[in-house]
């Protein structure tokens, strides 16, 4: 097995550009559309459940969301025009199926159902798959939605008003809902508001960066490499009591407080034990108040995904986990060509190795840190 290849994937997607036939104003890659739509996910999973009384798969949604554009590492992102067109379309359908099952087929036997089914199956003729298609396209309409506001190409404006009436037709009470909500509700507008900007905080200030990082690709990263370790936690290693929906809400949102916030560097924030105190004091109230303003329903599950996404529970260690790993990884990156990202790989690499004895951090720098290390200096 290759498990590196799933991590492979997910540190490209932030490679596969969005939109730029249309020369939109703000970037966008597959890695930011996918935190966005897993974000939304989250929202729209506890909509079916508390307002429509439609008991749905949280996991199984919120999951296929973040993964149902891993096959754009090879394929590309295609236009949606393309994939409909009547002389290609089954084709892309079928290299699509293929590139998703090839990735599935490096992972290790006992993951290889569960994300069969949130990277194969994501888009399928199920409700699930139905919600995943919606919100996809719920993105993008508020991605269309912000360009036009900022006086850009009325291309924007034309696919914007177009998503809106095919999402106001959606046959999954929680999709109008939430578009009617994004639209009269401050505390639903104000957080997919966050959600939406979140790509626009930048990580590692103060650094040459080869490549660019922000918070929605870290979160993405962060999810992604979050799902794999619970998941390989709780099929290889028999730890069945990790709530991989709650340590998947906990990674997708852990950062989301920094739209306010910012992202102040980790050495500023740890500098002394008052000023690591007086930082997570004031980004709780931030997040506190983010959850606040959000409908009665939404507070239960987005106060532990917001507020207390690294708390003291083993998912909240997961969290932080991932986090780290993510760093790492940035660092194992960049280090070829820049001296200064060595240090902070080996001071990284020291504080995981010192710090987690969980299987997952022992089977990460066992086998998928070789295998990254030697495609990015070797191949």
Same mark, same amino acid.
């Given at each position: 097995?290759?498990?590196?290849?799933?991590?492979?994937?997910?540190?490209?997607?932030?490679?596969?550009?969005?939109?730029?036939?249309?020369?939109?104003?703000?970037?966008?890659?597959?890695?930011?559309?996918?935190?966005?739509?897993?974000?939304?996910?989250?929202?729209?999973?506890?909509?079916?459940?508390?307002?429509?009384?439609?008991?749905?798969?949280?996991?199984?949604?919120?999951?296929?969301?973040?993964?149902?554009?891993?096959?754009?590492?090879?394929?590309?992102?295609?236009?949606?025009?393309?994939?409909?067109?009547?002389?290609?379309?089954?084709?892309?359908?079928?290299?699509?199926?293929e590139v998703s099952k090839d990735i599935v087929s490096r992972l290790?036997?006992?993951?290889?159902? &569960?994300?069969?089914?949130?990277?194969?199956?994501? +888009?399928?003729?199920?409700?699930?798959?139905? $919600? *995943?298609? =919606?919100? !996809?396209?719920?993105?993008?309409?508020?991605?269309?939605?912000?360009?036009?506001?900022?006086?850009?190409?009325?291309?924007?404006?034309?696919?914007?008003?177009?998503?809106?009436?095919?999402?106001?037709?959606?046959?999954?009470?929680?999709?109008?809902?939430?578009?009617?909500?994004?639209?009269?509700?401050?505390?639903?507008?104000?957080?997919? &508001?966050?959600?939406?900007?979140?790509?626009?905080? +930048?990580?590692?200030?103060?650094?040459?960066? $080869? *490549?660019? =990082?922000? !918070?929605?690709?870290?979160?993405?990263?962060?999810?992604?490499?979050?799902?794999?370790?619970g998941l390989l936690e709780a099929e290889r290693f028999g730890r069945?009591?990790?709530?991989?929906?709650?340590?998947?809400?906990?990674?997708?949102?852990?950062?989301?407080?920094?739209?306010?916030?910012?992202?102040?560097?980790?050495?500023?924030?740890?500098?002394?034990?008052?000023?690591?105190?007086?930082?997570?004091?004031?980004?709780?109230?931030?997040?506190?108040?983010?959850?606040?303003?959000?409908?009665?329903?939404?507070?239960?599950?987005?106060?532990?995904?917001?507020?207390?996404?690294?708390?003291?529970?083993?998912?909240?260690?997961?969290?932080?986990?991932?986090?780290?790993?993510?760093?790492?990884?940035?660092?194992?990156?960049?280090?070829?060509?820049?001296?200064?990202?060595?240090?902070?790989?080996?001071?990284?690499?020291?504080?995981?190795?010192?710090?987690?004895?969980?299987?997952?951090?022992?089977?990460?720098?066992?086998?998928?840190?070789?295998?990254?290390?030697?495609?990015?200096?070797?191949?």
């Open positions: 097995m290759n498990n590196s290849r799933f991590v492979s994937a997910i540190i490209g997607m932030q490679y596969v550009s969005r939109w730029k036939e249309f020369s939109p104003r703000y970037k966008d890659n597959a890695a930011s559309h996918s935190f966005r739509c897993a974000s939304i996910a989250i929202v729209v999973g506890i909509a079916e459940e508390q307002l429509f009384s439609n008991p749905v798969n949280k996991l199984q949604l919120v999951a296929r969301a973040l993964l149902h554009d891993l096959n754009e590492t090879v394929t590309g992102s295609i236009k949606y025009v393309t994939k409909k067109d009547r002389h290609v379309a089954k084709h892309i359908q079928t290299l699509e199926a290790s036997k006992s993951l290889q159902p &569960h994300f069969y089914d949130y990277i194969v199956d994501a +888009e399928d003729h199920t409700y699930i798959g139905q $919600l *995943v298609r =919606d919100i !996809d396209s719920f993105d993008a309409m508020l991605f269309c939605k912000r360009e036009y506001e900022r006086d850009s190409s009325t291309l924007f404006k034309e696919k914007y008003e177009e998503l809106r009436e095919k999402l106001l037709r959606s046959p999954c009470r929680s999709i109008p809902w939430l578009l009617e909500q994004s639209e009269q509700d401050e505390g639903i507008r104000q957080f997919l &508001h966050h959600i939406l900007n979140l790509d626009l905080i +930048e990580r590692w200030g103060g650094s040459f960066n $080869l *490549v660019p =990082d922000n !918070d929605a690709t870290h979160s993405f990263r962060v999810a992604a490499m979050s799902l794999f370790n069945r009591d990790i709530d991989l929906y709650r340590l998947l809400g906990k990674s997708l949102l852990h950062d989301v407080v920094e739209g306010v916030s910012g992202d102040v560097a980790s050495p500023i924030k740890k500098s002394s034990p008052a000023i690591r105190q007086a930082f997570e004091q004031y980004e709780r109230e931030v997040a506190r108040e983010m959850v606040g303003q959000l409908p009665s329903f939404l507070h239960g599950e987005l106060t532990d995904f917001l507020v207390d996404a690294k708390d003291d529970t083993y998912e909240g260690e997961l969290v932080d986990i991932a986090d780290k790993i993510d760093a790492l990884i940035k660092s194992n990156l960049e280090m070829r060509n820049n001296p200064h990202y060595g240090d902070k790989y080996y001071q990284q690499l020291i504080h995981i190795q010192h710090h987690y004895e969980n299987p997952c951090v022992i089977f990460f720098l066992a086998y998928m840190l070789h295998d990254l290390t030697y495609d990015h200096f070797v191949r």
